[in-house]
């Protein structure tokens, strides 16, 4: 355990001259403010006066530092201070406050030594050097705490964002909440959804917000149960994005969905994401992360209705009005083990008739018949279209 510093010694008399200094040092001290700092003739009369409280209570905070030592750790802050600090914060900022802290000092140390007692000089100058520096340790402290409580505030408003996205609210609330955020892009939106890592605090948070707006124009964070849920503004292509963020995230799958309008209308990427991400495990081999789009079979499976009407509106409605018998070839293709010599039998054509409309198929949807993968995307949304 570190040993304490020795308290500070000054006579009885250096007390009294300087207790009865006390006013004339604060005028100093004003009129030093004004002299030092360019910015101090910009505030309004309001903080001028608060700031000048400020001194006067450091200064007398001083005095009575001076003559009980033994209470080492006195809260200089909130018992000397007083409801300063809160109007401090409130007028400047910590990198200010600290240049307060610094001219009050250099004031203090020009004027007070002239009126100390010649053998109590250096030890008034070495007690306001360790004060002043304790002082400046208590604010600091405290501009800390309400960046800790701002940090919190602004998790809860990003977290009711995101309640708002999966609950599809309508439009202006979603809007006025990401407002509160501070979200500005107007496009380019992707939802990414995983699993939370063990340590899944306020800082992780704050940390992982603080890297995405690295890359995207807007982050917002938030953590629902298990998962993590997390949206990036301002990306025309989600995947490289996402890549980045994926170490973040704990094990199991991550998917994501991209929205190319603002947020207001951006609900249905959240479902989408959301969906994916629960019927992410259906699918063994599925890559991390992967597009809630890829995941149409597995999310059609797990009851999701815009799933199963993507996969209706996408193949088995774009074959049939395809035509050129490339619904029934997919169809016999995907339920006649996958062979072509099968699939020209079942149809009375030539096999290179039946590649020819397999490659058709792959043009008009973009899944191939022939790719395992794809062949099941088809085959599901055929058997719905059925349905």
Do not use: C
């Amino acid at each position: 355990m570190t040993a304490l510093p020795a308290p500070v010694a000054i006579s009885d008399e250096a007390l009294r001259t300087l207790r009865s200094s006390l006013s004339p040092l604060t005028t100093i001290v004003g009129e030093h403010l004004e002299n030092e700092l360019s910015w101090y003739a910009t505030l309004s009369t309001e903080e001028r006066a608060s700031l000048r409280l400020i001194a006067q209570r450091g200064i007398s905070g001083l005095v009575a530092w001076l003559e009980d030592q033994d209470s080492r750790s006195i809260p200089l802050v909130n018992e000397l201070l007083g409801p300063a600090p809160t109007d401090l914060m409130r007028s400047i900022s910590l990198h200010r406050a600290l240049q307060l802290i610094r001219v009050i000092v250099e004031a203090v140390e020009q004027r007070l030594p002239g009126l100390m007692p010649a053998p109590d000089r250096p030890l008034v100058l070495e007690a306001v050097l360790r004060y002043s520096r304790e002082v400046a340790f208590a604010i600091a402290d405290v501009y800390a705490r309400a960046a800790e409580s701002r940090g919190a505030w602004d998790s809860r408003l990003e977290a009711l964002l995101v309640d708002a996205l999966l609950r599809d609210e309508p439009s202006e609330q979603i809007s006025s909440r990401a407002a509160a955020v501070g979200w500005q892009s107007q496009a380019g939106l992707s939802v990414i959804v995983g699993k939370a890592p063990q340590e899944s605090d306020a800082l992780f948070i704050s940390n992982i917000r603080r890297q995405s707006i690295r890359f995207a124009a807007d982050a917002v964070a938030g953590v629902q149960g298990d998962r993590l849920i997390l949206l990036l503004g301002g990306a025309d292509d989600p995947a490289p994005a996402v890549a980045k963020v994926e170490p973040h995230f704990g094990d199991g799958p991550i998917v994501y969905a991209h929205h190319e309008g603002p947020i207001a209308t951006a609900a249905g990427a959240a479902t989408a994401a959301f969906s994916g991400y629960s019927a992410a495990p259906a699918w063994s081999q599925a890559p991390r992360p992967v597009n809630a789009e890829d995941l149409l079979p597995e999310r059609a499976l797990a009851g999701d209705d815009k799933a199963k009407r993507t996969l209706v509106s996408r193949i088995h409605g774009v074959l049939a009005e395809a035509g050129h018998s490339l619904l029934e070839t997919v169809q016999a293709y995907v339920e006649g083990g996958h062979s072509l010599e099968a699939t020209a039998r079942e149809l009375y054509v030539h096999t290179n008739t039946v590649r020819y409309r397999l490659k058709r198929v792959t043009e008009v949807t973009g899944w191939d018949p022939m790719e395992p993968r794809d062949a099941y995307v088809l085959q599901t949304a055929l058997a719905l279209g059925r349905l």
